[in-house]
């Protein structure tokens, strides 16, 4: 192969390879803004889902916040009707406290008004027996005047 030959085929393969070099030159840049406007794709989406998230998020939060704030005002109601309770419940114990006592006096008099009166019957008994002994021997004695003449 003379010289010639041999650079007119090194000047083909050099100008094939300049337009293979062209070609994925070309192919290249093509990737790049493919890849580039897949990026930029894929970033626009995770922004979405971002404030999709951010937002779903502040709505949950908001939710907590107010459902926080609904238990906290049941639980100042309950411990309120709690305190209300206790108070009515120390009253009422009170209350029955002081008609134990009540009973237990009243008992206490009964008994002593019931001895008082059981001793005044004996008493009254006994007053009324010697009565009537004496109602018996006044009789008696009258009788007794009768028949000796004296009435």
């Not at 100042?76 to 209300?84: F, G, L, R």
């Given at each position: 192969m003379s010289l010639h030959e041999a650079s007119e085929k090194?000047?083909?393969?050099?100008?094939?390879l300049t337009k293979k070099c062209s070609e994925l030159s070309c192919m290249l840049q093509?990737?790049?803004?493919?890849?580039a406007r897949?990026?930029?794709d894929h970033q626009a989406i995770l922004q979405v889902e971002q404030k999709m998230m951010t937002q779903t998020f502040q709505e949950q939060?908001?939710?907590l916040d107010a459902a926080h704030a609904s238990i906290t005002n049941e639980l100042?109601?309950?411990?309120?009707?709690?305190?209300?309770l206790q108070a009515h419940l120390d009253h009422l114990i009170l209350e029955h406290n002081q008609c134990i006592q009540k009973?237990?006096?009243a008992e206490k008099r009964t008994a002593v008004q019931k001895e008082l009166l059981e001793s005044t019957i004996a008493r009254l008994r006994g007053e009324l027996e010697a009565s009537m002994q004496e109602k018996k021997s006044l009789?008696?004695?009258?009788e007794?005047?009768?028949r000796e003449g004296y009435l």
């Open positions: 090194a000047q083909v393969l050099n100008d094939q093509t990737v790049t803004m493919e890849k897949i990026i930029a939060n908001l939710l100042q109601t309950v411990q309120n009707e709690k305190t209300q009973a237990q006096d009789l008696e004695e009258k007794r005047f009768q």
